[in-house]
């Protein structure tokens, strides 16, 4: 009996796991048939059954949704025209594409683009469903265990604030730990609540939304005033407190504003000062207007291009190794430049500035020669790339910030050059009184050649930092040549602090006047500015004192 009894348990258990299965699988097939039901609406041509299909795979709460919706925002899904099967297409380069089945995510082979169009068709969206698909994809991965994906989630929530959603990011914000996103998702839940019919709940959003510095924020603010402003059929608290929200949000938008205008003016004034101070010294030391100091950036730049495609494997390197040679290359060059031409026209300042001119165009048109007239792209290395966010109103940009600092390290260093080495002191006595320095038997003539290549292979590594902000091209240096003489000009000849504080400055007026006067405008006010100052200031802001000074 007890034997029989034993049996019949497990017979019993057998059948139960049995039936589950049966009852799950069943489950399964059920939710197949729906999702597979709403994947034939998208070969409608009407958007409304779209927007069902959307719906309807959203809130099935199948994993493969999430799948399904992103590739129909980013326009890779397909459907088959004659069966209406959907796919999903991966892009595996030469024009072809790995199809995908969404449901089981098995491939169902590789598809030349002309055998995809003839045999399947791309599901349309408009503008209207981008905004259904980013609320939707928003829903679904708000409670995602990944900081970043909640992060972005949030701000698909803000940039279309809807009250289907708010219950959604109400239980969201509950159930959030991080600081950073449940701030975000208290913001979407106010802007959702802006838009509420209750006047109650919207002066209480909109209080809440006062300063704020997302941009969504502003535009939403700014939205709402002026609907009010133009319907006056609504409660007489909504506009004053939308106006205050709005103001408020404006005051402190723009003063993180002006501090990017700062950041991007010194980040403009490192490179400006990094072109600049070669030159500085080169006309302090020799008195020689170079003309094709610009051009010194340009080569630092190709070689900075040609480095990398040497070391394409290490990329992230590259920079540390592109430096070096920039600064060997350039200065050789300087030093070929001098001893070749420029030691035969001391004294001779405008023909120094003629024959200058020649050799910038004469290396312009051997870069062009071998490197072709189109500009080439160098590649930022990953640790330089991105930008670091403050708030939502003032973010910087690694590069950046990367060469202000590069710019301030290469100062400093040329400072501990001049004044700790013997080469400093002698370029110094040179720079004071050359017919002194020579008497006392300095050689004026290597001080000079090693000055001239001093100054080109620091103008070298800055066509390495410049590489990373723009394309290079054989007319690179043309375009920093002329800010450079004004900088030279402004700090004062010969003064490495006056060439700082210049460069600085004209960076951070430029990046100014540009918003109210336009790029070409502000460089002319920059340039009158410095005409006036001169006439009032003929030796710079810091002007070099010795007997050559006084002469």
Request: hydrophobic share 45%; aromatic share 8%.
């Amino acid at each position: 009996m007890k034997r029989l009894l034993t049996l019949s348990m497990f017979g019993l258990l057998f059948l139960n796991g049995l039936l589950a299965n049966s009852l799950g699988a069943a489950e399964i097939k059920s939710d197949i048939d729906v999702m597979q039901s709403s994947f034939k609406l998208f070969s409608s041509k009407s958007f409304k059954d779209k927007t069902t299909a959307i719906n309807s795979i959203a809130d099935s709460g199948n994993p493969i949704a999430i799948t399904v919706l992103e590739a129909l925002l980013d326009g890779k899904l397909y459907y088959h025209k004659k069966n209406k099967d959907i796919i999903v297409i991966q892009d595996i380069g030469s024009k072809s594409y790995d199809l995908k089945n969404p449901i089981t995510n098995f491939s169902l082979g590789e598809k030349t683009s002309k055998q995809l169009k003839k045999e399947y068709k791309k599901v349309g969206i408009n503008n209207k469903l981008r905004g259904v698909l980013n609320e939707k994809l928003a829903a679904l991965t708000i409670f995602s265990d990944d900081k970043k994906i909640r992060l972005s989630a949030a701000r698909n929530m803000l940039k279309n604030p809807s009250s289907s959603t708010v219950d959604v990011l109400r239980k969201a914000v509950l159930q959030e730990k991080d600081a950073e996103v449940k701030e975000l998702m208290s913001v979407c839940v106010a802007a959702a609540d802006a838009l509420s019919d209750d006047v109650e709940t919207q002066l209480r959003a909109v209080n809440s939304l006062s300063g704020s510095l997302y941009p969504e924020i502003r535009l939403l603010l700014e939205d709402l005033n002026t609907k009010y402003t133009e319907n006056s059929n609504v409660d007489k608290r909504i506009l004053p407190a939308v106006q205050s929200a709005l103001d408020s949000t404006k005051l402190k938008t723009g003063f993180y504003k002006q501090l990017e205008n700062i950041f991007f003016g010194l980040s403009l004034g490192s490179v400006l000062l990094l072109a600049a101070v070669g030159l500085a010294i080169t006309f302090g030391v020799m008195g020689v207007i170079n003309m094709a100091h610009g051009e010194m950036l340009m080569l630092g730049a190709y070689t900075t291009f040609v480095i990398q495609q040497i070391m394409p494997n290490s990329i992230e390197y590259s920079l540390f190794v592109a430096i070096p040679a920039a600064f060997i290359v350039t200065g050789l060059i300087g030093i070929g430049i001098e001893r070749g031409v420029i030691r035969f026209l001391y004294g001779r300042p405008l023909e120094t500035l003629l024959a200058t001119f020649g050799i910038s165009l004469i290396l312009q048109q051997a870069v062009r020669s071998v490197f072709s007239p189109l500009n080439r792209s160098v590649i930022t290395p990953e640790w330089m790339s991105g930008s670091y966010e403050f708030n939502p109103a003032l973010s910087l940009t690694y590069n950046r910030m990367y060469i202000v600092l590069f710019a301030l390290l290469v100062l400093v260093g040329l400072m501990l050059l001049l004044k700790k080495t013997a080469f400093g002191l002698q370029m110094r006595a040179v720079t004071q009184n050359r017919n002194m320095a020579k008497a006392m038997g300095i050689r004026t003539g290597w001080v000079d050649s090693l000055t001239f290549g001093l100054g080109s292979g620091i103008a070298g590594i800055g066509g390495v930092a410049l590489s990373q902000l723009t394309n290079v091209g054989p007319n690179l240096g043309q375009a920093y040549i002329v800010d450079s003489f004004m900088v030279v000009v402004f700090g004062g000849v010969g003064n490495l602090w006056g060439t700082f504080v210049g460069a600085m400055s004209l960076g951070v007026a430029n990046k100014f006047l540009e918003p109210y006067a336009g790029a070409v405008l502000a460089k002319i006010l920059v340039l009158i500015f410095i005409i006036l100052f001169i006439q009032k200031y003929p030796r710079g802001m810091f002007a070099l004192k010795g007997r050559l000074a006084d002469n």
